[in-house]
């Protein structure tokens, strides 16, 4: 499975960006997608994840009721809508894919196969 993450870009505290994570070479429908992020000087961290499956999610305490997660089966496509972003959200966030993963396990980097590239998020103040 090959992920393109795409979508980030520079945008005021307060503003909305919608991510993008395509997927291709295998249909989406029985994975797990993640998005993570890294901010400058400290470790890449667990946002949200999707089970496509069964629609399961979880969510990182720091972006409940900003961020939320969707999938497209058709487009083999997952989105990461965010809102009310806050400079403190400033990061590259990386989509990762996996079969197999469990609810309790959604937030571990480990348990994720495939990852895309990232893309830059930055929000200013």
């Known amino acids: 499975v090959q992920l393109q993450a795409s979508g980030g870009g520079l945008v005021q505290a307060g503003g909305s960006l919608r991510l993008s994570c395509a997927a291709s070479g295998r249909t989406f429908r029985s994975y797990t997608v993640g998005w993570f992020r890294q901010a400058p000087g400290k470790e890449r961290e667990f946002v949200i994840a999707?089970?496509?499956?069964?629609?399961?999610?979880s969510y990182a305490d720091a972006v409940k009721g900003r961020f939320t997660i969707s999938g497209d089966n058709l487009k083999n496509t997952v989105y990461l809508q965010m809102n009310s972003l806050k400079p403190e959200d400033t990061a590259v966030y990386y989509c990762?894919?996996?079969?197999?993963?469990?609810?309790?396990?959604?937030?571990?980097?480990?348990?994720?196969?495939?990852w895309g590239q990232g893309t830059l998020v930055t929000v200013s103040s």
């Open positions: 999707l089970r496509l499956s069964d629609r399961a999610t």
């Open positions: 990762a894919a996996s079969q197999g993963v469990i609810i309790s396990n959604m937030r571990n980097r480990a348990a994720y196969r495939y």
